[in-house]
């Protein structure tokens, strides 16, 4: 095996983070392949908390190489802050554990101005997005005039692409926004800075992933966000900017798909999300509230609290062809303890009528009604259980029936924050 894919099989959240530093100990290299800083990704390591926007979570194992692909929007501010978080807790020390591609795009300044503009505009329409700079920078990757880090090599291309992208920009930003424009002089300083900083990361880095899938090495993709934000795929416009299921793992990187082995959907036992948008499994009554408490369901990135409803099968059914899921890993089983029963969505109706697959349109979304199935709940404790026999029969039953709706087979259960709350079925390595 060489390449293996962990990515969100929902509207994100699912516990990327803690199950891609579980496998990170095995891994030789953890690459990031799209998104930004909107990414919150929490590790816990013995009772300790890290989160990360933007360094891989193979960075608290130091075997591990990390790699911010060319898919990746990178605020670099953030990412000096979380290189110089790692390395005052001793870790990273080794330059050479970190590659940021030479053609990732950088979030610049004017990028959060009119992330936050936008949404001020849009009103009741709004997005509800991290406000991170991450739509407006992805627009302007597509429309040709982003800012790449192998721009921060020299000062004087710097310069001569940020004046004629700041003509438009600053037009747009006092004429349309009524924002102050921003200064040519001030940001070639400002970014030549953090090129000071960050130049010795960057690199090839495609042909470095590349090079070490092809000569053996285990290399874990880490997706952020989850397959219903994706820009084509999901609840449009209530997505984020970038497409984050599976496809994104070759474009995001500069790797070829036959090099990929396994790509595993990462779902909670329910659902979440946060922002805007469709939630067609979304419970406002205590039982929503009692996952969210239990849950800890507060965004990584914004503190927000998640929206939250029960587990959609239709939607994992969806999202495991979205990716071509080969496997599911399944995580915080352990907050459905106590509830009884546990419903579980199996299909969706409008008026009436079922749907055969996910729906493209809002308004669709917003009408389809939820057909639910009910199972026995347990109570027992399972934050201990580190194998499928140590679960109670009714929570093995959950996840069968999980992997028997969303049609891709369980590998991994998580039933505890912890690093060790971990049960694997199937190693992915
Ligand atoms: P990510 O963005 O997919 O990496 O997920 P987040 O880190 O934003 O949110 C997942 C949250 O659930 C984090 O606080 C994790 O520590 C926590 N978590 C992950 N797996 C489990 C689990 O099995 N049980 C419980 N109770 N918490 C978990
Ligand atoms: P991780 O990687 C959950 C959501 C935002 C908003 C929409 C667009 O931690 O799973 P954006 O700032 O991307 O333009 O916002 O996408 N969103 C996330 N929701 N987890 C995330 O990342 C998210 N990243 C973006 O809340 O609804
Ligand atoms: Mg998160």
Same mark, same amino acid.
């Given at each position: 095996?060489?390449?293996?894919?962990?990515?969100? +099989?929902?509207? !994100?959240?699912? #516990?990327? &983070?803690?199950?891609?530093? =579980?496998?990170?100990?095995? @891994?030789?290299?953890?690459? /990031?392949?799209?998104?930004?800083?909107?990414?919150?990704?929490?590790?816990?390591?013995?009772?300790?908390?890290?989160?990360?926007?933007?360094?891989?979570?193979?960075?608290?194992?130091?075997?591990?190489?990390?790699?911010?692909?060319?898919?990746?929007?990178?605020?670099?501010?953030?990412?000096?802050?979380?290189?110089?978080?790692?390395?005052?807790?001793?870790?990273?020390?080794?330059?050479?554990?970190?590659?940021?591609?030479?053609?990732?795009?950088?979030?610049?300044?004017?990028?959060?101005?009119?992330?936050?503009?936008?949404?001020?505009?849009?009103?009741? +329409?709004?997005? !509800?997005?991290? #406000?991170? &700079?991450?739509?407006?920078? =992805?627009?302007?990757?597509? @429309?040709?005039?982003?800012? /790449?880090?192998?721009?921060?090599?020299?000062?004087?291309?710097?310069?001569?692409?940020?004046?004629?992208?700041?003509?438009?920009?600053?037009?747009?930003?006092?004429?349309?926004?009524?924002?102050?424009?921003?200064?040519?002089?001030?940001?070639?300083?400002?970014?030549?800075?953090?090129?000071?900083?960050?130049?010795?990361?960057?690199?090839?880095?495609?042909?470095?992933?590349?090079?070490?899938?092809?000569?053996?090495?285990?290399?874990?993709?880490?997706?952020?966000?989850?397959?219903?934000?994706?820009?084509?795929?999901?609840?449009?416009?209530?997505?984020?900017?970038?497409?984050?299921?599976? #496809?994104?793992?070759?474009?995001?990187?500069?790797?070829?798909?036959?090099?990929?082995?396994?790509?595993?959907?990462?779902?909670?036992?329910?659902?979440?999300?946060?922002?805007?948008?469709?939630?067609?499994?979304?419970?406002?009554?205590?039982?929503?509230?009692?996952?969210?408490?239990?849950?800890?369901?507060?965004?990584?990135?914004?503190?927000?609290?998640?929206?939250?409803?029960?587990?959609?099968?239709?939607?994992?059914?969806?999202?495991?062809?979205?990716?071509?899921?080969?496997?599911?890993?399944?995580?915080?089983?352990?907050?459905?303890?106590?509830?009884?029963?546990?419903?579980?969505?199996?299909?969706?109706?409008?008026?009436?009528?079922?749907?055969?697959?996910?729906?493209?349109?809002?308004?669709?979304?917003?009408?389809?009604?939820?057909?639910?199935?009910?199972?026995?709940?347990?109570?027992?404790?399972?934050?201990?259980?580190?194998?499928?026999?140590?679960?109670?029969?009714?929570?093995?039953?959950?996840?069968?029936?999980?992997?028997?709706?969303?049609?891709?087979?369980?590998?991994?259960?998580?039933?505890?924050?912890?690093?060790?709350?971990?049960?694997?079925?199937?190693?992915?390595?």
């Amino acid at each position: 095996m060489s390449i293996v894919v962990m990515l969100g +099989a929902q509207w !994100g959240d699912e #516990g990327k &983070g803690k199950l891609v530093d =579980y496998w990170s100990a095995e @891994a030789d290299v953890v690459v /990031r392949f799209q998104g930004g800083n909107n990414a919150g990704h929490t590790l816990v390591v013995n009772g300790e908390q890290t989160i990360f926007h933007l360094v891989p979570s193979g960075a608290l194992n130091p075997g591990a190489v990390c790699v911010i692909g060319n898919g990746v929007v990178v605020d670099p501010v953030v990412l000096i802050e979380e290189i110089d978080k790692l390395k005052a807790k001793g870790m990273m020390d080794d330059d050479s554990r970190l590659i940021i591609s030479d053609r990732a795009s950088l979030i610049m300044p004017y990028h959060k101005t009119q992330d936050h503009a936008g949404e001020k505009k849009k009103g009741k +329409a709004a997005i !509800g997005t991290t #406000g991170r &700079g991450i739509g407006p920078t =992805y627009s302007d990757k597509i @429309a040709r005039s982003g800012i /790449r880090m192998h721009h921060l090599r020299d000062e004087k291309r710097l310069r001569a692409r940020l004046q004629s992208v700041l003509e438009e920009k600053n037009l747009l930003l006092t004429k349309v926004y009524g924002e102050e424009a921003q200064d040519l002089d001030a940001l070639v300083e400002e970014f030549m800075g953090y090129a000071a900083r960050l130049m010795p990361y960057v690199g090839n880095a495609g042909k470095y992933i590349s090079d070490a899938a092809r000569s053996g090495k285990k290399v874990l993709f880490e997706g952020a966000q989850g397959a219903l934000l994706d820009i084509d795929h999901g609840t449009y416009p209530f997505v984020t900017s970038s497409n984050t299921t599976a #496809g994104a793992a070759c474009t995001g990187t500069g790797v070829g798909p036959c090099l990929i082995d396994r790509v595993v959907g990462i779902t909670k036992a329910y659902t979440t999300r946060v922002g805007g948008g469709p939630f067609p499994t979304e419970l406002e009554d205590e039982v929503g509230q009692r996952l969210q408490k239990v849950g800890a369901e507060y965004g990584a990135t914004t503190g927000r609290p998640r929206r939250c409803g029960w587990w959609d099968g239709l939607a994992a059914s969806y999202t495991a062809r979205l990716n071509g899921l080969t496997d599911l890993a399944v995580t915080k089983l352990d907050v459905l303890t106590g509830i009884d029963p546990i419903k579980i969505c199996v299909a969706y109706e409008i008026e009436g009528k079922r749907l055969e697959d996910f729906p493209p349109d809002l308004i669709e979304l917003e009408a389809a009604r939820p057909v639910y199935e009910e199972l026995p709940g347990w109570t027992e404790d399972i934050t201990g259980a580190r194998s499928m026999a140590d679960l109670p029969g009714n929570a093995v039953k959950y996840v069968k029936r999980m992997e028997e709706v969303a049609g891709a087979p369980v590998s991994m259960v998580s039933v505890g924050q912890d690093r060790e709350q971990t049960i694997v079925i199937k190693a992915p390595f």
